[in-house]
């Protein structure tokens, strides 16, 4: 049997890794010769997922908590204030309910109106967006100090923010490490001087990272709120030419769509997922724009060639079989850009597969 390391090189990024010959939409150094000994170290096989993400009994948590933030104040169009209702209508409490899962919906927070202004020194809304990203950050903590699961229903992709530094802040109070599952069709690492239109829901990783406003950068009390080796991007596809070498830079590990057209889901879930353990508080960012736009209309930023119906759900179901989420955001879903609340929908059934719907009954891993 050829061993992993034959088929793979690696490159930077604390697990890049691509096919020989691999040339990505992402900028890439030569590969390490100390990169190349740690993967050698982890001892991949082809294998990999038998070896390491067997369904297992699961230790997430059963109390679930809503949290809906009605906003796109940091969108480039109208319409994502809308998500959390459509969300709702779509039944995401009944199909969690009938996973045996305890929910409870908060409501909705509050936070000012989109006053639709022009960017002020590269930043459209900022006082608003900050305000936006405390309140779900107070909420979001909150529900993890209560050992509940929250699930964060944007609103826009920029209250990532303050959902993961509200994790990340739980996580050093807690003692655990962070993994971010950012499944997504944008890598969203703009800073003010890259960024065309100033729209702040493409930088909230690069605020989480450092790259920002004091005002976002210090959200959660420490900046940089969380260490970009942590984050784990899927399904990238959509990356500003200056953002593209600030991601480079930063070495953050993306599995773009190159990535899973050459290597398969599967690889890159089970690469995104190593060395995830009992003491790993699993977050996943889910923007439905990580979605291919014949299967998910109804967001703000399509791009097309996105993963498939099946590829969400092999990528959901892989996650659920660790039994480590923790928290999730749902962004951006968008339905003045839908068709019935077919968006919510698909996005409701994926969200079911993330909590461990399967066509199957699955033997625990012993």
């Not at 697990?15 to 982890?42: C, I, M």
Request: charged share 20%; aromatic share 6%.
């Amino acid at each position: 049997m050829l061993t992993f390391s034959r088929l793979f090189e690696v490159v930077p990024g604390p697990l890049w890794v691509w096919p020989k010959g691999y040339t990505s939409a992402l900028v890439k150094k030569p590969f390490n010769q100390a990169q190349t000994e740690r993967h050698r170290d982890l001892g991949w096989l082809p294998t990999i997922y038998t070896a390491f993400f067997k369904p297992r009994v699961t230790t997430m948590q059963h109390n679930i908590s809503l949290i809906g933030a009605p906003t796109d104040i940091g969108a480039g169009s109208r319409g994502a204030s809308m998500g959390p209702e459509a969300l709702r209508v779509a039944n995401i409490v009944p199909v969690l309910e009938q996973l045996g899962l305890n929910v409870l919906d908060r409501g909705n927070l509050t936070g000012p109106h989109n006053p639709w202004q022009p960017p002020v020194n590269g930043y459209r809304h900022l006082d608003e967006v900050v305000a936006w990203n405390t309140a779900v950050h107070h909420a979001v903590h909150t529900e993890l100090v209560q050992h509940r699961l929250p699930i964060l229903l944007g609103g826009d992709h920029c209250l990532g923010l303050g959902s993961i530094s509200a994790v990340a802040r739980h996580c050093r109070e807690s003692g655990k490490k962070l993994r971010v599952l950012w499944l997504d069709a944008h890598a969203d690492f703009n800073t003010n001087t890259l960024t065309p239109s100033g729209n702040i829901h493409g930088m909230p990783v690069a605020c989480l990272c450092g790259y920002g406003p004091d005002a976002l950068t210090h959200i959660g009390g420490v900046m940089p709120a969380i260490n970009p080796r942590w984050v784990r991007q899927i399904g990238i596809r959509s990356v500003d030419a200056g953002e593209k070498r600030l991601v480079h830079e930063a070495g953050l590990e993306v599995f773009d769509m190159r990535f899973i057209d050459e290597m398969g889901m599967r690889a890159a879930v089970e690469l995104a997922l190593a060395l995830v353990d009992a003491n790993t508080h699993l977050h996943v960012s889910f923007d439905v724009d990580f979605l291919d736009p014949d299967i998910a209309p109804g967001v703000g930023t399509t791009v097309r060639g996105g993963p498939t119906y099946r590829e969400a759900q092999l990528c959901m179901e892989m996650i659920a079989d660790t039994g480590r989420l923790a928290s999730l955001d749902v962004m951006e879903l968008n339905p003045a850009f839908d068709v019935r609340n077919r968006t919510a929908e698909v996005a409701v059934d994926l969200i079911g597969s993330l909590f461990g719907k399967s066509t199957l009954m699955r033997q625990p891993a012993r």
